[in-house]
């Protein structure tokens, strides 16, 4: 009996050490399943399988811990906005969405995630009642139901009409922005850049059209150009509390009619300036110099990029509703037509009549210090007054990129625009940087300098440098493809011509150094 009992003994202790054996197995290929699964949705870990299965509707997903709206599609790394559409209702993904899930703060709630003012300002110019403390349905369609009151609101407009029509996504992936911060810094360094030296290039220009009119009325009159920009800047300070890029919609019209009129006017009158009898001596001719030669080559480079560049702005901050593809393409079409009319017919035709000796400022080729105006003085006033109302619209427009970046930190979009909380900051952050960039422009009046600078270090690598890296970056093309090769090339032709092009910048701002003293009363071309 002591034996059947020891053997009963010894047959337990080994199944249950077997038990213990698969209990550490099935642990261990627990651990192992999540330790592979590359996805999670939610908080949870999403398996191959599962992954591969999903994709079918949501396209091809990388790896990557993503925030998922199981009733409207919506999709976003977590801890950031959302980062696109895909088709709802995929029961892989089929977890519950965390309430912080985007970190947001806006005290909006759409499906049960908080948004994040980003997502929150782009449903709200589409619709969405800007009031804080509501939850909202929303669904791929754009209907939109208050669940606190159950009401049906305004239709926001198909969130997503490809991936609807498809039933298919285009995938989930982590945004370069998110994997590679510095590009992201980069882009916007380099933007702020631009949008601060154009702002200060536009006021400079327009106190320079002020004093040309002044000048002629009152030739010895005690304004200097420093006084014509604080002019300026406070007139422009005062416009630029308009809140928005939708608020500007019709000063950006007002601005493409008023370009066309200035075209038309100061074409004109440099046809007639160079058809006179007394017209000035005209000398086309080039520097001797060779160095000279080629460093006047890139700075027309780099202004050439400031010219082309203009369509960037919308591109960045466009606010087209989805797809928005086409509709940008549209508008960068009409974006480079207008620039080729605006800017090459006064350059061609102020080049001919006055040689290379025209000023940036083609106004001044027309109304010399000396002699009598080469255009009726109608038609010159004129011409001043709608580059001055111009050249207001630009700044207001470049100036509201920077006030967006500004107002991120400030503003609270719970509160309305105009509250006081929203207004008191708003005022005090534009108007500082509006006096900051008269400053620069009162102290340092090199407009075709700032032109040719602002092309070299802004437009240059924006347009041209950085959409292939982050194209090669995001997209992954084989490195021996044509694509990726392509890319590459014009990575390091375009980094040399922007590297020159500075160069070229700053050499001919040291040389103009020396033509003027701090807070010069003319402007240095």
């Known amino acids: 009996m002591t034996t059947a009992f020891k053997q009963n003994a010894l047959l337990r202790n080994i199944a249950n050490a077997t038990k213990k054996i698969k209990g550490f197995k099935d642990l261990s290929l627990f651990n192992q399943s999540v330790d592979i699964a590359k996805v999670s949705i939610n908080g949870h870990p999403i398996s191959e399988r599962a992954v591969r299965k999903a994709e079918k509707k949501a396209g091809p997903v990388g790896p990557g811990s993503y925030w998922y709206d199981y009733r409207a599609g919506f999709w976003g790394v977590m801890g950031h906005e959302c980062s696109g559409i895909i088709p709802p209702f995929i029961k892989e993904f089929n977890y519950a969405l965390p309430k912080n899930c985007a970190g947001g703060n806006t005290g909006v709630a759409v499906n049960g995630r908080e948004l994040h003012q980003k997502d929150f300002e782009l449903l709200v110019c589409r619709g969405l009642p800007r009031i804080s403390g509501k939850s909202y349905s929303v669904e791929i369609s754009g209907n939109v139901i208050d669940e606190t009151t159950g009401k049906k609101l305004r239709n926001l407009g198909k969130l997503a009409p490809t991936v609807e029509k498809l039933k298919r996504g285009f995938g989930m992936h982590i945004p370069e922005e998110i994997r590679s911060g510095w590009v992201f810094y980069l882009v916007v360094t380099v933007q702020t850049a631009i949008n601060a030296g154009i702002t200060i290039g536009s006021i400079l220009l327009a106190a320079d059209c002020l004093e040309i009119m002044y000048s002629d009325l009152a030739p010895n009159g005690p304004l200097k ?160 007054v709608l580059v001055l109302l111009q050249l207001l619209a630009i700044a207001l427009v470049y100036s509201q990129v920077a006030y967006e970046i500004m107002e991120k930190s400030s503003a609270d979009a719970a509160r309305g625009r105009f509250s006081r909380r929203n207004l008191a900051p708003r005022v005090a952050l534009r108007t500082a940087y509006v006096a900051a960039c008269a400053f620069v422009a009162a102290m340092l009046p090199f407009f075709g300098d700032i032109v040719g600078v602002v092309g070299a270090v802004g437009f240059i690598p924006l347009d041209f440098v950085l959409p292939v890296v982050m194209y090669n970056m995001a997209l992954a093309p084989p490195r021996r493809s044509a694509v990726y090769l392509a890319n590459v090339v014009i990575m390091v032709v375009f980094t040399g011509v922007g590297l020159i092009g500075a160069v070229a910048s700053v050499r001919k701002l040291v040389l103009d150094a020396g033509q003027f003293k701090l807070f010069s009363g003319n402007v240095v071309d």
């Open 225 to 384: 150009l420093y006084h014509f920009i604080i002019i300026v800047a406070v007139v422009l300070s005062l416009l630029s509390q308009m809140p928005s890029f939708h608020s500007l919609r019709y000063i950006n019209l007002a601005s493409l009619l008023l370009s066309f009129g200035y075209t038309i006017l100061v074409s004109a009158a440099c046809i007639r300036a160079g058809a006179l009898s007394n017209a000035p001596a005209k000398d086309y001719s080039l520097s001797s110099s060779n160095s000279e030669k080629t460093f006047n080559a890139f700075l027309s480079i780099s202004i050439l990029a400031s010219v082309f560049g203009n369509g960037i702005l919308p591109e960045i901050q466009a606010t087209l509703a989805p797809p928005a593809a086409g509709k940008m393409m549209k508008a960068l079409v009409l974006c480079y037509t207008v620039v080729f009319f605006t800017f090459y017919f006064p350059a061609i035709t102020g080049y001919w009549a006055f040689g290379n000796r025209v000023q940036s400022n083609v106004l001044q080729s027309l109304m010399p210090d000396e002699g009598p105006s080469l255009a009726p003085t109608w038609l010159l006033g004129l011409a001043v």
